[in-house]
């Protein structure tokens, strides 16, 4: 398994932007994607946006599209979430994570290793 670290997250205004981190060390990466998932207040794990490591190919969530996006960068093991336009209800617990595969997945049940999470608070 992957061990991944979040980090990045905190309070920002409505319409401003934030950049989340996931370092990921234990593994050899390039038959994984890395995904981002949310949870928001009394809300259930939402899948954000994915990376497929050794092609770069990405896939977004739609309440997302056109304001994140997700990348990776193969020299510091690290995907990142630039997070740009942001709203109120954008605001939840932003966690990684890992899924050895080659097939493309957006279900939390399918992802084998997950982050502690960074809280993303917007502010209205």
């Known amino acids: 398994q992957v061990q991944l670290v979040e980090s990045g997250g905190g309070l920002v205004q409505a319409g401003g932007s934030l950049r989340l981190s996931c370092a990921v060390s234990?593994?050899?990466?390039?038959?994984?994607?890395i995904a981002w998932f949310r949870q928001g207040p009394g809300a259930e794990r939402e899948f954000v946006a994915n990376?497929?490591?050794?092609?770069?190919?990405?896939y977004y969530g739609d309440s997302v599209k056109g304001r994140f996006t997700i990348s990776r960068d193969n020299t510091k093991n690290t995907a990142d979430l630039q997070m740009n336009s942001l709203k109120p209800e954008d605001t939840a617990v932003y966690y990684c994570?890992?899924?050895?595969?080659?097939?493309?997945?957006?279900?939390?049940?399918?992802?084998?290793?997950w982050g502690q999470g960074t809280q993303v608070t917007v502010s209205s």
């Open positions: 994570a890992a899924r050895r595969s080659k097939r493309l997945a957006i279900t939390e049940g399918l992802y084998d290793s």
């Open positions: 234990g593994h050899t990466l390039s038959s994984y994607f």
């Open positions: 990376i497929e490591w050794s092609s770069g190919s990405t």
